[in-house]
């Protein structure tokens, strides 16, 4: 096991009715950035009662609404600016990833000097201070309610970039609120939250039982409830182990120990949305099959953690460890195509054309040489081209 050092400074208000600690939350603050995605607040009647909330305790209400799906950099300059003209003291996000991405690089970006907001997130030049910001999860899927990174889109330059701004001061997470998820983004959350634990499970190091044993537990409950979830949208229990599987997830704290793996499944998902717009989780859910048979190819000797993998998480068994092997990566794959997923980039409309600038910046700084099984900018066009 290796050293690690972690901290999470977030409160979670985890479960049905935590809204009920919003208005002390506030308390201190005067002024709020109200953040929101793209109307599913208003449908579900949660931004009324928002709203509500926050007149009763008298704050000054300015809204950024609007946040996209892949949140741009627009929408950060944008929010940087309400809050500035308006004296915003606090930040209220209330959705998914998008929304708390954007926020937490608003949250920052008001702090940041020069106008070039882009080079805060390209060039990692978060400032030291950020506003506090509050968080009302929408969507079990990034585990931005429990991290301090933001991933920003900049869509004139294909680029879609995640950097480090600040932590939520507290996450109110209802399941509740899920429950009006559509089935297509239930599904690639679900795939979403699988991934950011799989990106820490395929590391070289063998004996971190405890880190290895939330992963497989993780992805058994994930697998378990996702289904749950499709069938029955308002079942309490599927949704709320759906949810704190989210949190956990991106947590950090399923990689306890363990040599970094690279993460290049996000990597390689992040050119997809860059060029592509396509939802995270999707991507994340086409490319996972494919690599983990790229890899077992390359380098066999990474077959043990397969092996791991079939037997503790799908529950298989044989005698044959290769057959072994491949047949958790069928199981996988099998999972998400049953589930509703589209598990090809034609079904997504994608082809080769930009194959080649997507594994360059992929990899850029060859920043996979270093992965659970290092990948050169060929083995990327490779994967590409084998989820077509
Ligand atoms: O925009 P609205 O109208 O709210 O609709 C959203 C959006 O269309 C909808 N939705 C959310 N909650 C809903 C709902 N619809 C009905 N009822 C509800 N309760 O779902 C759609 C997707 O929302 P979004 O916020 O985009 O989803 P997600 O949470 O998957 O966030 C994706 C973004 O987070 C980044 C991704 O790259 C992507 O940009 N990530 C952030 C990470 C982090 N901060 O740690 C890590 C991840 O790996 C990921 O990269
Ligand atoms: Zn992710």
Same mark, same amino acid.
């Given at each position: 096991m290796l050293n690690f050092v972690h901290s999470i400074p977030t409160k979670i208000? !985890?479960?049905k009715g935590q809204i009920s600690h919003l208005a002390e939350l506030l308390k201190p603050y005067k002024s709020i950035l109200l953040a929101y995605g793209g109307g599913s607040v208003k449908k579900s009647g949660l931004y009324d009662e928002i709203m509500g909330i926050l007149k009763e305790e008298g704050c000054k209400v300015t809204e950024l609404s609007g946040i996209e799906p892949? %949140? &741009? #950099?627009e929408s950060v300059a944008r929010g940087v600016k309400l809050c500035k003209e308006n004296g915003v003291d606090a930040i @209220? /996000? *209330?959705?998914?990833?998008?929304? #708390? +991405?954007?926020s937490?690089? *608003?949250?920052?970006? *008001?702090? !940041?000097?020069? +106008? +070039?907001l882009w080079s805060m997130v390209k060039e990692r030049k978060t400032p030291p201070k950020a506003l506090p910001l509050f968080v009302i999860l929408t969507i079990s899927a990034t585990g931005s309610e429990y991290d301090g990174g933001g991933v920003i889109s900049n869509m004139t330059t294909n680029e879609k970039i995640g950097a480090s701004f600040t932590f939520p001061t507290a996450s109110i997470c209802d399941p509740t609120y899920t429950f009006s998820v559509p089935k297509y983004h239930t599904a690639a959350g679900a795939a979403d939250i699988m991934s950011h634990i799989m990106e820490d499970y395929f590391s070289r190091t063998p004996d971190s039982d405890l880190a290895d044993g939330i992963c497989e537990t993780v992805l058994k409950s994930v697998i378990r409830n996702l289904p749950v979830a499709l069938a029955e949208p308002?079942?309490? $229990? /599927? &949704?709320?182990? @759906?949810?704190a599987d989210s949190s956990i997830a991106c947590s950090? #704290? %399923? &990689?306890?120990?363990k040599q970094a793996s690279g993460w290049v499944c996000h990597g390689m998902e992040h050119q997809l949305s860059a060029y592509y717009d396509i939802t995270h989780g999707v991507g994340l859910a086409l490319l996972t099959p494919r690599w983990m048979r790229f890899i077992l190819k390359k380098d066999p000797g990474c077959e043990w953690r397969f092996v791991r993998f079939a037997k503790n998480v799908w529950g298989l068994e044989g005698e044959d460890e290769?057959? @072994?092997?491949l047949a958790g990566i069928d199981a996988l794959e099998n999972f998400f195509r049953e589930n509703g997923i589209p598990m090809t980039l034609t079904e997504l409309g994608i082809g080769t054309e930009h194959f080649a600038d997507?594994? $360059?910046?992929a990899n850029f700084g060859g920043r996979m040489n270093n992965a659970f099984v290092p990948l050169t900018r060929e083995d990327i066009i490779k994967i590409y081209e084998a989820c077509l």
């Open positions: 208000y !985890f479960g892949n %949140p &741009r #950099i @209220l /996000a *209330v959705g998914g990833g998008s929304t #708390i +991405d954007c937490k690089a *608003v949250a920052s970006g *008001v702090y !940041f000097e020069g +106008d +070039d308002d079942n309490y $229990e /599927a &949704r709320a182990n @759906l949810m950090g #704290i %399923p &990689r306890y120990g290769h057959a @072994l092997a997507m594994a $360059e910046k």
